[in-house]
């Protein structure tokens, strides 16, 4: 374990240097010198003009100390950590709005330039905020890996030994209820084994001499002993935990709108405002003083001001919004994604199911007295503490109470004597001698990806009751609402094919892939990511841990384990697939918003230049337009405020 932490502080530590564009540490000291900035500035503008000299300083103090970290620390240094990745001159923004602040402080307008850093620094800090906590944590889902096993000595003694020195051939002695310390074989001893961190099954699995189990797991309610098959490091458990490590650190996410557009914008103003400098005193009666003057106004109309302001209020009221209704976001960047997915894919159980076995049908011979029979029932299972009995217990009521002592065999099911015959309830392949009728039953219902318990009277079968993980009330929406969009659907579970394919049948889910482990579902997001593009997984379990974090969107149901919540990017509370159906189109809404504010912030400094380069536009001009530009970019951005009414998902 103690390498395993150590590779997952080494990938971190690469993660934020691959990532700095995106997740700054700026600590409190910037944030506190932006403050002090702030109230700078305030002094200053109530200071009247008599104490113009103190006022300028004060700006002049205002725009160091509040635009040092954003423009210095972060901007240049990350101007020149991008131009040497990218092996060509890549600025920010940061940069330019560097210069703008400089420019208006050369030409007197000491207020525009503070004005302008505490806008941009300002909005840098708040859309920060706003990403919150995005780093995915794995403390939960270390914890679950066991720490100590109960080995058997040669005299048949038991001692307690740390798992890491288990070697492959030692035998081991699981505790009824215990956990699994580490992949081996059974060697004697039957139970039922809960694997669902491992597969996301919530059925329990009979086990008995020569079947496997794994590191992780629960044991039920017998003790057995087992031989160790493989070391720690190679453990199924063991490799979720690499994989989750692994993919965090190989994880990048696509760029947003802005940070795409931003180079690219600054590179041709940083080129367009020497040139106007140079070139116009050459084609214009522009005195060389009157053109430096101009470039300077320039510069300050085509700082974008409300271009910067454009993402933050969006990102802000759409994160709210979507807290309000039940869905939490980890980063805007990931609401910016969800609205360009091309592909999704849903764990079953938990996720499209209800994530526990429902009775669906049941048949019983005509001649049987079916009010005597259910209660003979619910007096065998009422004994027993296996899922199965618990959904049969809820669909069926007894008439009569009857006192039975019962016999729960593991790999034979529920037996016990009443009236002097034998009853039994167990699984399809305990049984014999079957009659055709319910043989053919029995395979029907098993196709449409049902569990099938008989129904036994001195062993001769009388009855089946068919129960099912049913797919959720608003699974079936949901998947129409993507593949409408022409977004591609795909089911991945640990389940066998024929369930699998019952339920994306009943879906109507693109494809469907089953018999999966938890490092296929990885692969599997890998590939769909190369064939479709920008992909999300919904998940609930620890087994889809490593497929939420090598997603570019990460889903994780609320009711779901700690784990799957702590590596994902959204969380669905309450287990509602229709919030991922509304968080979809919020984004889509907030996608739409920001490609408003960008145009219009666009249009304005284009406007502002125009004006500007034909002298109708002074400093004064400019500032009233900038800033009223971002006032309306702010208030477009805060119409997703507005909490949607309830709708069809469709």
Sequence with gaps: MDKIKKEQSHEGHSHEEQNHDHQHNHGKAPVYLYFVGLVLSLIALVLNENYEGLQNSLFLIAIVTAGYHVIVAEGLKETIERTKNNQKFTPNSHILMG?????????????????????????????????????????????????????????????????????????????????????????????????????????????????????????????????????????????????????????????????????????????????????????????????????????????????????VSVTLSATSTLAKTGVLSKGSTYLSQLADIKAIAFDKTGTLTRGKPEVTDDYFNDSIDRTKIVDIIVALEKKSNHPLANAILEKYDEKNKIDINVINQIGKGLTGEYQGKNYRIGKPTSFKVVSDEYSQLNTDWASMGKTVVYVAEDEQVIGLIGLMDIPSLEAKATIDYFKNLGIHTTLITGDSQMTGQAVGKALGIDEVIANVMPEDKSAIIDKQKAKYGITAMVGDGVNDAPALVKADIGIAMGDGTDVAVDVSDLVLMKNDLSKLVNAHKVSLKMKQIIWQNIIFSMLVVTFLVVVSLIGLADITISVIIHEGSTLVVILNGLRLLRTPKKRSLL
């Design 99 to 311: 210069l703008a602040a400089i420019g208006a402080s050369l030409i007197g307008e000491f207020w525009e330039g503070a004005l302008l850093i505490l806008i941009f620094s300002g909005a840098h800090f708040l859309e920060d905020y706003a990403e919150g906590k995005s780093k995915r944590e794995i403390t939960k889902l270390m914890e679950m890996n066991p720490t100590t096993a109960r080995f058997i000595m040669p005299d048949g003694a038991i001692k307690v030994v740390d798992v890491e020195e288990l070697k492959v051939g030692d035998q081991l002695q699981v505790l009824n209820g215990g956990q699994v310390p580490i992949d081996g074989i059974i060697l004697s001893g039957t139970t039922t084994i809960d694997e669902s961190a491992i597969n996301g099954e919530s059925m329990p699995k009979e086990k008995t001499k020569g079947d496997l189990v794994f590191g992780s797991t629960i044991n039920g309610t017998s003790t057995f002993s087992m031989e160790v098959t493989k070391e720690n490091k190679d453990t199924v458990f063991s490799k979720i935990l690499q994989l989750v490590n692994q993919n965090q650190g190989n994880q990048t996410k696509a760029a947003s709108i802005i940070q795409k557009f931003e180079p690219k914008y600054v590179t041709f103003v940083l080129l367009a405002i020497p040139l106007v400098m140079l070139v116009a005193p050459l084609l214009s009666d522009w005195t060389w003083s009157e053109s430096i003057y101009r470039g300077l106004v320039l510069l300050v109309a085509a700082s974008p001001c409300a271009l910067a302001a454009s993402t």
